[in-house]
């Protein structure tokens, strides 16, 4: 398809778990965020890629949550040891440019993830 | 740092009425201003747009907003709403500078028959 895709839709899994969100971005978008959104908040910012590098991964809450970019195209959010915090809809975003930008981001239908 | 703040959590209007989301942001610089629309189990979508020139701009299904410098706000408005418009709207900020797209916690707007 022609917009952003992200697997899985929903994941639930317990506590202590280790969980993979994947994320496939516009075809030729340099740029690539995720977010977190929780229930009645806005979404909130946890990394951003330019190409293959984490240009920011300021908004990362502690060191069980890791993200890559290989090949500057599909991304890879990664939960180790979840927890019932944890709990939210990540979401995905790409944009033909980053920094400086004044461009939209485009964003996936996000991955709902239950931690039980 | 930026921020933004949506003093509503709810917004009420009938169809065919006006209708008013408002937002208000804080940059250190020069902002670039959007709005976004979430509708349920959906992503969010893109509605428009602030970055310079003129202060109103128009986007997608009929919406505007209004950039105000000397108030820090960029309220979305609609002439005349409709049933369909009901959903959850996201403004959001970004310091050219930066990063990150800074988002308020969002206003859900219903539109009643």
């Known amino acids: 398809g022609a917009g952003v895709s992200q697997t899985p839709s929903n994941k639930v899994t317990e506590k202590g778990k280790y969980v993979e969100l994947r994320c496939d971005p516009i075809?030729?978008?340099?740029?690539l965020y995720w977010y977190r959104q929780s229930l009645g908040q806005g979404p909130e910012f946890l990394i951003y890629f330019q190409g293959t590098g984490a240009a920011d991964d300021s908004g990362l809450p502690n060191d069980r949550f890791f993200a890559v970019r290989p090949e500057g195209s599909v991304s890879t959010l990664k939960i180790q040891r979840t927890e019932r915090g944890d709990s939210a809809v990540y979401l995905c975003a790409s944009s033909p440019t980053g920094t400086p930008g004044n461009g939209e981001l485009f964003f996936g239908e996000g991955s709902r993830l239950t931690v039980l | 740092a930026q921020s933004v703040a949506q003093p509503e959590d709810q917004v009420n209007v009938a169809e065919g009425n006006p209708l008013t989301v408002k937002c208000t942001y804080s940059?250190?610089?020069?902002?670039?201003l959007f709005w976004y629309v979430q509708y349920p189990n959906r992503g969010l979508q893109f509605l428009l747009k602030y970055i310079t020139g003129d202060n109103l701009v128009k986007g997608s299904y009929g919406f505007e907003a209004e950039f105000n410098k000397s108030q820090t706000s960029f309220h979305l408005k609609k002439p005349s709403a409709l049933v369909s418009d009901s959903a959850l709207y996201f403004c959001a900020v970004r310091d050219k500078t930066v990063n990150d797209m800074r988002f308020g916690a969002g206003t859900r707007l219903t539109v009643k028959p």
């Open positions: 940059v250190s610089g020069n902002p670039y």
């Open positions: 075809s030729g978008h340099t740029a």
